[in-house]
């Protein structure tokens, strides 16, 4: 009887393996058969490492070159028009990355996770057809390591819900051309060998679920479930609970249900529902987002209670979600604290432990190395517990003593005295924070992390870089200016390394979209700032230049939400110890003369809860900490924001009572949809809607740019627009970002003489 089962494994390889291949076709500086051959590798490796693990249900097509749902976008034939006449991976990287002749799909945040997809655009002109390449031939490629695998498929309801249509309509309109393709899915796939498992993902049912999407779930999987006899359907949620889903699956002939029993508690509403029906049930009891080791007593005893409704036989212990939101393996990390490392347990590290459950869970033998292995799970839960590394008492009597929760004065107040100081123009150019990280900088910071070149040397190093950078702007006639961040790896785990009771990783890679991986820093402890942690950058980068020079910091809720956040307190008293650190960088920068100070909250929206009762409680922390986080602010000082991937409509009043001066938000791949609701509801504050996509490597021409600017002015006046990219430079070539730039500012000469 299978047993254990894991949703989806990380594919970007352990030693970010898939990145670098991809990263040097981008560059021509291999052919794309060399992709094919780090991916034929990187998945028969991990294929093994579960079945070594002892893992009974392994997943193939959860491995993507870019992301799953562009994968089943280009399986459906859903192709947008601009990249007609592309083929293989031409077509393939080109809708991701955009061209020079189109720009990219829009891409956005996957739920309430760090992780971004592509959005599928859909047409009612266009036809679709299935393609399954990709999923055949992953399945035989697995076979022939000899591995059965079940085949992960997002759901046809979930990739409506999560696509969007060019005329603005409702994608679920389409549901009667995707399904039969589905269908025809199921049928080529039932060939492959006498019987076939598929889980088929729909977390868009942990979502408010509205009536009209609930009635499509019953048509869609009878009709899937009977498509073949010999193929067994996993319906999987995940992030949340789906009761109302579940109520409708039990009704369908589906094989089994997969429920996330840790960030859906609400979910064992369902388990007599899913008793009667007989079906088994996949349950998420291994937490696939987070990093600290499982809890192995508690886990079994969650799971006995769910064993008194849902028989034994019929459970499957899981992973809440897929192990991509986790980093690989704790293998390579040489240098971290030994008594936090064994807290931790990465994607390799929660096999073991699954099959552990497993086995504990159903009363199977344990081999003496297991048995050892469940004590030390058991004593690293209890060091945890008890260790002087996680309390400090000064920061508890801190928070406890907070007097002061938002800045002097009115926006209209602070506004009007800042134009007196600053004095900038309408539709000021500035960029949200940071400019390409060369490899000379990443040497520096390297060597100077091991020692390699003392600290005189790589200040030399980096303020080197800020001269470049505050020349370029200079010479391009960029008005506020940054200093470029090269003495930052992430704009996280550089704020993370520098606060007490954050830990930090060497290896602890987790993809965030494409190639691009970030190394989130985790909390394990109470949070203090002992000294400052910008302050020398940017004093050193404002003495270079006349011109004004924005201190960058993130923001509370950003820290919070780009880390691994540790499980034994509130999020929301977690955020708040982040705030006062980042209250006090503030008055810090002020004092040393800085007159802008940006707070990026990049990831504020994607921490919303998937459930609308939810959130009220979300908003009034986060709110309170980004304010707290501000405070300390003088009137005359101006502080900025940057938000990305935000579909506002929903949380813009929380925007407004945030209070900031000014806020950046991504809007080249999206056009003025997002700026609209701005003006809608008479947004008083400045605003900088990005002018150009930095998600692409293409460089927008100053007519482009030209005509971006005017779309702009058709929704808000000019004297409350900025005018910036979409978001950081970083992850671009000076190649790129220079001529960019310079057709930004061109663009807005353009544009103010023409006023």
């Known amino acids: 009887m299978s047993k254990n089962y894991v949703i989806g494994f990380p594919r970007i390889g352990e030693q970010r393996e898939l990145k670098k291949v991809l990263e040097k076709f981008w560059a021509k500086e291999t052919d794309f058969s060399e992709v094919e051959k780090t991916a034929s590798e990187l998945k028969a490796r991990h294929w093994n490492y579960q079945k070594e693990a002892g893992i009974d249900f392994i997943a193939s097509n959860d491995f993507s070159l870019y992301d799953n749902m562009l994968d089943t976008a ?16 031409a077509l393939y990287f080109s809708m991701a990355r955009g061209n020079k002749e189109a720009v990219a799909m829009e891409m956005t945040k996957w739920f309430n996770t760090n992780y971004h997809y592509i959005v599928p655009e859909l047409n009612k002109e266009d036809s679709y057809a299935l393609n399954a390449s990709k999923i055949i031939n992953e399945y035989k490629e697995a076979k022939a390591q000899g591995i059965t695998t079940k085949i992960n498929l997002i759901g046809p309801i979930t990739f409506l819900g999560l696509s969007k249509r060019v005329d603005r309509g409702d994608t679920y309109e389409f549901f009667g051309k995707i399904l039969p393709l589905y269908e025809q899915l199921i049928k080529e796939i039932s060939l492959l060998d006498e019987s076939v498992t598929v889980q088929i993902d729909e977390p868009v049912f942990v979502k408010d679920i509205e009536p009209k999407v609930l009635s499509l779930i019953k048509p869609c999987y009878d009709a899937l479930c009977t498509a073949a006899d010999n193929v067994n359907i996993i319906v999987s949620t995940y992030f949340e609970h789906s009761s109302e889903a579940t109520r409708v699956l039990v009704h369908t002939p589906v094989w089994g ?45 969650m799971l006995e209670k769910i064993a008194a409704d849902v028989a034994k036989e019929n459970i499957i212990v899981s992973t809440s979600s897929s192990l991509l939101h986790t980093p690989f393996t704790l293998k390579y990390e040489e240098k971290m ?9 990465y994607a390799v590290e929660k096999l073991e432990e699954l099959n552990l459950i497993t086995k504990t869970f159903f009363g199977e033998p344990l081999s003496e190395t297991e048995q050892q292995a469940l004590q030390a799970n058991q004593a690293a839960n209890q060091s945890r517990r008890t260790s002087s590394l996680i309390h400090d008492a000064s920061v508890q009597q801190r928070i406890a003593s907070i007097s002061k929760f938002e800045r002097d004065g009115t926006y209209e107040e602070r506004i009007a005295i800042q134009h007196d100081v600053l004095k900038y123009k309408p539709l000021a150019t500035t960029t949200i924070g940071s400019f390409p990280q060369t490899q000379e900088v990443r040497k520096a910071r390297r060597e100077f992390k091991n020692g390699m ?7 030399k190093e980096m303020q080197h870089y800020i001269d470049d950078c505050v020349a370029f702007q200079e010479k391009c006639g960029i008005e506020v200016l940054v200093h470029g961040e090269p003495e930052r790896n992430d704009m996280v785990e550089y704020f993370g390394e520098q606060l007490k009771g954050y830990g930090f990783s060497q290896n602890g890679w987790v993809q965030s979209y494409g190639s691009r991986c970030v190394k989130p820093p985790f909390i394990y402890g109470d949070i203090s700032r002992p000294k400052p942690m910008t302050v020398e950058w940017i004093s050193y980068a404002q003495s270079r230049t ?105 949380i813009i009043r929380t925007i407004e009572a945030m209070d900031a001066d000014v806020i950046s938000i991504e809007t080249a791949r999206s056009g003025n949809e997002l700026l609209k609701i701005f003006a809608e509801v008479g947004y008083r504050q400045e605003v900088g809607p990005g002018v150009y996509d930095i998600h692409s490597p293409r460089i927008p021409s100053v007519e482009e740019i030209v005509d971006q600017i005017k779309r702009l002015l058709e929704v808000l006046p000019k004297e409350q627009l900025w005018i910036n990219p979409d978001c950081g430079l970083k992850t671009r070539k000076w190649d790129e970002v220079k001529p960019s730039l310079e057709n930004m500012v061109k663009a807005v000469e353009i544009v103010r003489a023409s006023l």
Request: charged residues 25%.
């Open 74 to 89: 280009v399986m459906l034939g859903a192709v947008p028009a601009r990249f007609k006449g592309l083929e293989n991976e």
């Open 337 to 345: 604290d030994a008594e936090i490392k064994n807290w931790l347990s």
């Open 546 to 650: 006349d011109k004004i020079m924005k201190g960058m910091l993130t923001g509370p809720v950003t820290i919070l939400n780009w880390s691994f956040v540790r499980d034994d307190l509130s999020r929301g008293e977690v955020s708040k110890q982040i705030a006062l650190a980042i209250h006090d960088e503030v008055g810090d920068l002020q004092k040393a003369g800085i007159k802008i100070i940006q707070v990026d909250e990049a990831a504020f929206k994607e921490g919303y809860p998937l459930r609308t009762s939810n959130i009220p409680a979300y908003e009034s922390w986060a709110v309170r900490d980004f304010k707290i986080a501000v405070s300390s602010a003088d009137k005359e000082t101006q502080i900025h924001t940057h938000m990305c991937y935000s579909e506002f409509n929903d």
């Open 257 to 301: 249900i997969g429920l996330d029993f840790l960030y859906g508690e609400k979910n064992v509403g369902s388990l007599e529902a899913i008793a009667k029906s007989g079906k088994k049930l996949i349950a998420g009891v291994l937490d696939g987002r987070n990093i600290w080791k499982n809890d192995i007593a508690a886990t079994v005893a």
């Open 453 to 459: 070149i003392d600290e005189t040397q790589y200040t």
